[in-house]
């Protein structure tokens, strides 16, 4: 769908239940997140999309709509995704947390997708293969420069210019393991940072199996499931 009919989709929302505080205020935040990645911007927060139990039971009888409008709000990632290519949706507070978080240096990104996290980031190198680029959309809009090559060449290119590694919401079926294995060999010093959810939409089997997993409770607060993906971010050893 595109970004703005969505956005006339919850305008529709909006006045049907104008008169829930509730309602009317997850609509505009989840507006505003649209709306700032459409100006290749990171949006000021990442609302939780769904209602708890109680509130739709006290108020889907006199507005039925609202089982449309649950609907309606978990397209978000879909939208995002097929629209601007951003499967990694995160908040400008989790940004401010996570580069402080970050080895002072020079950072790698790969499978950094449009690279909207690589271009917020100082000193980057952004790489990407595009190969997603035929699935849900079509129509490549990076942030930022970013080298098209595969992550393990770059890896295995720039691993010793770097201080921080991100692998950012890899595909299931990638080179994550052999990346890993390749830092271990290599007793790479630096940081190794993995974003996506474990053991499941993201990465390989094989690279949870072995991955030693670290979860800073700093970055991973502001990093909180809004939808049905609970991604967090890992500092791997």
Not at 21 to 33: M, Y
Not at 82 to 108: D, R, V, Y
Not at 196 to 215: I, M
Request: charged share 20%.
């Amino acid at each position: 769908m595109e970004w703005q009919k969505y956005l006339a989709r919850l305008r529709y929302y909006d006045r049907m239940c104008g008169n829930l505080p509730t309602v009317h205020q997850k609509i505009a935040q989840v507006q505003a997140v649209v709306k700032a990645y459409s100006r290749h911007e990171i949006p000021q927060e990442v609302p939780k999309l769904s209602f708890s139990a109680h509130y739709l039971e006290l108020h889907m009888t006199k507005h039925p709509e609202l089982f449309e409008l649950v609907s309606c709000l978990n397209d978000l990632r879909q939208v995002l995704i097929e629209n601007f290519g951003i499967w990694h949706i995160f908040s400008q507070a989790w940004l401010a947390s996570f580069k402080q978080q970050l080895k002072p240096g020079k950072t790698l990104v790969v499978m950094c997708g449009n690279a909207a996290l690589a271009a917020n980031l100082p000193n980057v190198i952004a790489v990407d293969d595009f190969d997603w680029q035929a699935q849900d959309n079509t129509r490549p809009h990076p942030w930022c420069d970013v080298k098209r090559a595969d992550a393990l060449v770059a890896v295995q290119k720039y691993y010793q210019q770097v201080d921080n590694i991100i692998l950012e919401w890899a595909p299931e079926t990638t080179c994550d393991r052999a990346i890993l294995d390749f830092l271990r060999a290599q007793k790479w010093p630096g940081d190794l940072i993995v974003i996506g959810e474990a053991k499941g939409a993201t990465n390989s089997p094989q690279f949870w199996q072995t991955a030693k997993l670290g979860r800073p409770p700093a970055v991973n607060a502001l990093h909180r499931p809004f939808d049905f993906i609970h991604d967090q971010v890992f500092w791997v050893k």
